[in-house]
């Protein structure tokens, strides 16, 4: 199983960046997308999530006016948009995946290499 974060960059604050996450080496269905960050120092956070067979989308709370998450069946694609850029959303962006109806930081079965979110003030 392979998930491929890309899009990451610089931007300054107020900006957008669109991230994607190509997912590859299983079937997807019944299984929870999502995006995690972490910056230098903390914990890593959640920010969304989608089931890919639909019907379920949740946020972290700093994010959810801001951010939005959308899946692709057809392509094996996560997305996602990020609008308004802060300075507190530089981190390390990961797309991670796991079977079930919830996400769970520390139990997700897939995990992603990074793609590192720069906003500058």
């Known amino acids: 199983v392979q998930l491929q974060a890309s899009g990451g960059g610089s931007v300054q604050t107020g900006g957008y960046l669109r991230l994607s996450c190509a997912a590859s080496?299983?079937?997807?269905?019944?299984?929870?997308m999502a995006w995690f960050r972490q910056a230098p120092g903390k914990e890593r956070q959640f920010i969304a999530a989608?089931?890919?067979?639909?019907?379920?989308?949740d946020y972290a709370d700093s994010v959810r006016d801001r951010f939005s998450i959308s899946r692709d069946t057809a392509k094996n694609t996560v997305g996602l948009q990020m609008n308004s850029l802060k300075p507190e959303d530089t981190a390390v962006y990961y797309c991670?995946?796991?079977?079930?109806?919830?996400?769970?930081?520390?139990?997700?079965?897939?995990w992603g290499k990074g793609t590192q979110v720069t906003v500058s003030s």
């Open positions: 991670a995946a796991t079977y079930g109806s919830r996400w769970h930081r520390d139990g997700m079965d897939y």
């Open positions: 080496g299983r079937t997807f269905n019944g299984h929870i």
């Open positions: 989608i089931a890919w067979n639909g019907g379920y989308i």
